[in-house]
């Protein structure tokens, strides 16, 4: 018997589009001998598009309107084996459609409620590792109600961390809404652009040196497993947007050229988050090598990594032997598995 799949993609959060790429890889790579898949778009309003309008989206790589409330037509995903949320973001990566799936029996790929919404978090992220042991750079917390009563506050806690500084909303993705704040008189701007888009603002220090970025994927449940150990390289004072999805802006290294040990330092810290974390399926995990002091920083985790066939996640995976379509095959087998 076929297995049916429920994929679903777009969302609400500034990853929607990144979605709808990652969303067409999956679509034409689930091996239709084994699996029935049927693609929902969710608007970036939050509604879930009909098939009609999901083909529509999912061809011209954006629904801003249209579709059913959610909670009309959950019912519909009843009836299918798993559901693969395709989501990047707040509203699909946090653990809110990870609530509605449980509640509704329905077996997922990826991690569940916990891990979603703690890894999602940047600042719950560093506070479960830092009692994993796991070294991060110095960070605060700010909250936009202070920001707006008392900004002076929160300008003296980022004036701690010393500049240049980085300023993200705590629960985005694709580098949306991050500033690198050079000089104080940059700061305001920087904070009212993250506050736009989030209640919770981290503000970090940056790494000593620029840092090299070094990315590994985890594979699994409860015994998940590491893949190589992958390098992007940029000419950008950080990875940016733009730099993330202009085509030939940004090259990846797989294997990273790295000391064996550096290898095995990174993919032991990050077996070490994913379990912290209580991630299942997959995640990648991104680090900061300051190649300067030998420092490795665990800088995030992202429980629903970029997934189109040209993106790290599954191209640390093509190195391990895994093609695309076996890797996702594998996925919908471990949302399958009893945990
Ligand atoms: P993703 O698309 O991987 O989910 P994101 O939006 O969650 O990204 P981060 O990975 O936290 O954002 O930061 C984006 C980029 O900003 C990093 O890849 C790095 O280039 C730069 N950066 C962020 N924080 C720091 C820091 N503390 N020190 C130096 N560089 C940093
Ligand atoms: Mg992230
Ligand atoms: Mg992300
Ligand atoms: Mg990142």
Known sequence: MKKRILLLAGGQSGEHEVSLMSARSVLGALPRD?????????????RWLPPTE???????????????????????????????PLLHGP????????????LAGIPFVGSGVLGSSV???????????????????????AVRREWQQTPDAVRARAAELGFPLFVKPANLGSSVGISKVGTPDELDGALNL????DRRVILEAMTSHKPREV???????DAPIASPVGEL?????????ETKYTEGRATMHIPAPLPPEVAARVQAAALTAFRALDCAGLARVDFFYVEE?????????????????????????????????ELVTRLVGLALEER
């Open 233 to 241: 390289r940029f000419d950008a004072e950080f990875y940016d947007y």
């Open 293 to 325: 002091t030998g420092e490795l920083l665990l800088n995030e985790v992202n429980t629903m990594p970029g997934f189109t066939t040209t993106s790290m996640y599954p191209k640390l995976f093509e190195a391990a032997g895994l093609s695309y379509s």
């Open 215 to 221: 990315e590994v994927g985890i594979l699994g449940n």
């Open 91 to 102: 509203m699909g990566e946090d653990g809110t459609v990870q609530g509605l799936l449980t």
């Open 34 to 46: 084994q699996f029935d898949v049927t693609p929902v778009v969710i608007s970036k309003q939050g």
């Open 54 to 84: 999901t083909q529509r989206a999912l061809e011209s790589g954006e629904a801003a309107t249209g579709g059913d409330l959610v909670l009309h037509r959950v019912a519909s995903a009843e009836g299918y084996d798993a559901v693969f």
């Open 119 to 141: 890894s999602m978090d940047k600042v719950m992220t560093k506070q479960v590792l830092a009692s994993a042991g796991i070294a991060q750079v110095e960070w605060r917390l």
């Open 194 to 197: 993250a506050f736009g888009l």
